[in-house]
């Protein structure tokens, strides 16, 4: 069907030049019996100008037919998971469209974070360290929708320990701009960080993130994670809200000493 279109959109106007060619004398009346139409085309045609036509036409259908061969299939190279489309496209990683924050401060390596509220102490995280920390996650720049919230009841059975995310610091087992927050935070601080999308983001070929967290807890916040992170269409910034509860510094046997 498509070869059918692109054939009738490039050969028509081509056929309608061939046979505007013709003579002027082809004046057929709608309201002629076909016999008469066909008496009429056979004395009023010579043989050169039949040639003439024949030879117009064949010319018309070889250019429709090169310019059809030349069109290229885009479709089938976006579906290409190896063409740089989507969550495997790695030179598009600031489009013009990506939204700016400037009550944020930006870092060095690209992260931008606003301290909502400063921690205690004075644990210095290294790497090796273990960090206990909260958190919650948005699409920032695309509608600000949830993938991570929190917002259910706090205290009691709803406020145990075992509800936080854990990272060895310098592991990799976060993403990058997350983990880079962390390393200057102190024990019950919190702080918004701007992550975009490239190194500093999930990476692109975990979206199960079972190998780089921190992971969503339900099924639709996974969902809403991944739509922005495969559609390079959109800003795919996040903003995450963390907190750290605890700093278990490392110890010189490999385990940790509870902060």
Excluded at 34 to 39: G, K, V, Y
Excluded at 201 to 208: I, Q, T
Aim: hydrophobic content about 35%; overall charge neutral.
């Amino acid at each position: 069907m498509r070869n059918l279109i692109l054939f009738v959109f490039f050969a028509a106007p081509a056929l309608v030049s061939a046979f505007q060619a013709s003579p002027a004398s082809l004046h057929i009346s709608p309201f002629t019996s076909l016999q008469a139409q066909t008496d009429e085309l056979s004395s009023d045609v010579s043989s050169d100008d039949r040639r003439s036509a024949v030879k117009n036409m064949a010319s018309a259908l070889l250019t429709a037919s090169s310019l059809m061969v030349s069109i290229p299939h885009t479709a089938a190279a976006q579906s290409d998971p190896d063409a740089k489309t989507g969550a495997y496209d790695t030179s598009n990683r600031a489009p013009d469209f990506v939204q700016k924050y400037e009550d944020f401060q930006l870092t060095d390596e690209g992260w931008s974070y606003k301290d909502v509220k400063p921690g205690t102490g004075d644990i210095k995280i290294e790497d090796g360290d273990r960090v206990v920390f909260d958190w919650s996650g948005y699409t920032i720049g695309y509608f600000g929708r949830p993938f991570e919230a929190k917002g259910g009841p706090q205290g009691g059975a709803f406020d145990k320990d075992l509800d936080y995310q854990r990272t060895v610091v310098g592991s990799g087992s976060i993403v990058k701009g997350l983990e880079c927050a962390l390393r200057s935070m102190r024990p019950g601080g919190i702080r918004q960080v701007v992550v975009p999308y490239g190194p500093l983001s999930y990476p692109p070929n975990d979206l199960e993130h079972n190998s780089v967290g921190p992971k969503p807890t339900t099924f639709s916040g996974q969902r809403a994670l991944n739509f922005v992170l495969e559609n390079p269409r959109v800003d795919r910034t996040l903003l995450f809200n963390v907190k750290v509860i605890r700093v278990d510094k490392k110890d010189s046997k490999g385990g940790f000493v509870r902060g």
